[in-house]
Structure formats: C-alpha cells, structure tokens
C-alpha cells in the first residue's frame, strides 16, 4: 500500500520534508534516552505479488531505531491475467481487473525467512500467519497446521481482511462477513493458543449515504464481545482510501472503550492512508491525541510499510505522525510506540509456545473437528 502511496505522493512530501531525518531522530532519541523510536506492529515483508526485500535487508532499514516489528506477508496474491493486462504486470491490486486469491506460501516465506536469522536476529520479529481464507471452517486448521510445521516461530495471526474497499469484492469465492462462522473458529482457536490477531475490518462502505448507519461498526462489536478472551488490534482504527471516519468517528471509539467488555481490544494507526484523516488538520490532530492519551493502554503504532525499498521508504509514516506524536503525554507516547507491543507480543511469544509445547502431537497434519 505505502509503496503505491509513495510513488504518487512522495514528490509533494520531499517538499516539505526537507529537514534531515537524522535530526529527527537525533532530537526523539535524546527525548528518552534510548535510540529506539518504535516497534513495528504492523509490516509486510512481501507485496501483493509474494516479493520483498530479503529478511537481512530489511534488519538494516530498520537499523537501531527501529527495535522490534511484528513480520507478515500478504495473504492474497494478484493474478497477472495476460487477458486483462497484457505483458503488463501489475503489482497492486488496484492496477488490474483480475481477481486475487488467497496464497498460504507466504507463511512458510516467512518462517523460512525468520528461520535463517541468528537468535539475536529473530528475537527482533513478530512472525505471524496470514495465509488462510476467513471464510474457510478449515481456516483454523491452516493455522494449527502452519504452528506444527513451524514450531518456535510464530507469534499471531493477521493482517488479515474481512471487509476492504476494492479488494473484498476483487477475491473469488465466497465475500467475507464479521458474522461468519469460520472468523468465530478462527478467533477462538487464536484464544485457545495466545495469537494475538490484527484485522482488518473497514469501519464503513466507501461513499455512504448521508446518515447512512455504519452497519459494520456494530457487527464488530458483537464479534469482540463474542470472543472476550481474543486480543484483536483493529487496524487503522477501520479507515481506509477513501473509507473516511463517520460522523463522531473518535467519540465512538471512546464509547467502546468504556464498554467494561471490550478490553480485548486495541487499534492501531498504521498506514499513511489512516495518517492523512488523524493528522489532517490541527482539530483532528487535537482529538486524536486526546484519545490516546485517555486510553494509553488501547492503540499501537505500526508502518503498514508494504516491501519496502529504503529506509526513507520504511519511515515515511512515523514522520507523518510526528504533529500527533508532539501532543501525546510522555506515557501515552512511550505506550503506543513501544510499551503496548511489548506487553501484547512478550506474551503472545510466551503462551504461543506454551501451547506448542503441550498440543502438538507427533503427526500435525491430524484434522480437528
Ligand atoms: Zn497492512
């Protein structure tokens, strides 16, 4: 998603930010004391055609600044239909007509990723499982299968989408719902093991009619309070391209934090496109910031960086929120950054293996009914 956005919007950005990053960051560091900036709790390795840049690379854009990311791939592969785009191949989803399908090799890219680092190396990522199709009541079973294949790798579940303008409609098969029994399977085997799940849900239709009730905002409610024991991080608190926050976006989230049953979940502000509402004006900049510090506990920062080329690349939508970042008490600030993704992902790591040490019997491929 970030490498389409930076394409189109990086010569209107390079305009503004001129200012070196390093003094940046020179500044942030001498902040807290520690050259980290962030963990990363949302990042694809590989693009919507399975390529990125190797593991190793990728540990050197990340550098000191950046100390942990949790590592996904992209569970739906475009197709390059000949038909539809000629000796053109597309490498977005928006860029052809051609449907995508799900791809569960991009989880054991990642595992073999992971898995060709040294023990230091890897106790900088998060690996997590993607590549299973939420409308499958076998989905679970990828999962499990995925875990027993790659034991001591894995750390969660997601990104993974139910509804996403302009791609939901694109993948063949049946659409994905919140109501769908196979998303309950799924959330509740990622309960039984500890698997933190990051979802993507868009918060409404693209171009709602006015005073049009965002019927899926409710939907989502119901699922969190159906899976109480399910740690689910929102992503981009439901935003999208054009998916833009429904009237009281902010004062509904806070609704729902006050809700004594939601404590389960969490949202993250990663993707440029989320940055472009919550840091778009100095009203929305104030009420974002507001939020977060009352609910510290609840929001994660991720990039949403898809195979990234350069570290300029990598850190375009950490520098996008610097306005946001400015306004967040110390606590607040050092809890979205970094503390939520340590408190969520050490115990994720904890009990996930856990789990492998007590359930996964001598031949993984056993179907559970
Ligand atoms: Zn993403």
Redesign the pocket.
């Known amino acids: 998603?970030l490498n389409f956005i930076c394409t189109n919007l990086i010569p209107l950005l390079g305009v503004l930010v001129l200012v070196s990053p390093l003094t940046v960051f020179a500044q942030e560091s001498s902040d807290n004391e520690s050259p980290i900036l962030f963990h990363d709790s949302?990042f694809?390795l590989t693009n919507y055609v399975q390529e990125g840049p190797d593991i190793r690379d990728f540990l050197q854009i990340m550098g000191d600044e950046v100390g942990r990311s949790m590592v996904c791939g992209i569970p739906l592969q475009q197709q390059w239909m000949h038909a539809s785009t000629g000796d053109f191949a597309p490498t977005y989803y928006t860029q052809t007509d051609a449907p995508l399908y799900y791809y569960s090799f991009t989880d054991a890219i990642i595992a073999h990723a992971y898995l060709r680092l040294t023990p230091e190396e890897r106790d900088r990522f998060d690996p997590m499982i993607t590549g299973f199709n939420p409308t499958d009541m076998y989905a679970a079973d990828h999962i499990r299968r995925v875990l027993a294949t790659f034991p001591g790798v894995f750390s969660g579940i997601g990104?993974f989408s139910i509804h996403k303008e302009f791609v939901s409609s694109k993948i063949a098969g049946e659409v994905a719902t919140v109501e769908n029994k196979a998303l309950d399977r799924i959330l509740d085997f990622a309960a039984e093991v500890g698997l933190p799940v990051v979802l993507?849900c868009d918060v409404d239709t693209p171009f709602p009619k006015p005073n049009q009730d965002p019927y899926i905002v409710t939907k989502l409610r119901e699922l969190a309070r159906r899976h109480r024991d399910t740690v689910i991080i929102w992503?981009h608190l439901g935003l999208g391209r054009v998916v833009r926050p429904v009237e009281d976006q902010l004062g509904m989230v806070e609704r729902g934090f006050r809700d004594p049953e939601s404590k389960n979940v969490h949202f993250d502000i990663?993707?440029d496109e989320a940055a472009k509402y919550l840091v778009g004006s100095p009203e929305a900049i104030e009420k974002s910031a507001a939020i977060i510090n009352r609910f510290p506990e609840r929001f994660l920062f991720g990039t949403?960086c898809v195979a990234p080329k350069t570290r300029d690349d990598y850190l375009q939508v950490y520098k996008l929120y610097a306005p946001l970042f400015a306004k967040l008490t110390p606590e607040a600030k050092q809890m979205l950054l970094r503390g939520n993704y340590e408190r969520i992902f050490d115990e994720a790591r904890r009990r996930v293996r856990q789990w492998e040490a007590g359930n996964l019997n001598k031949n993984p491929y056993v179907i559970s009914k």
């Open positions: 998603m949302h694809h990104e993507h992503a990663s993707w949403d």
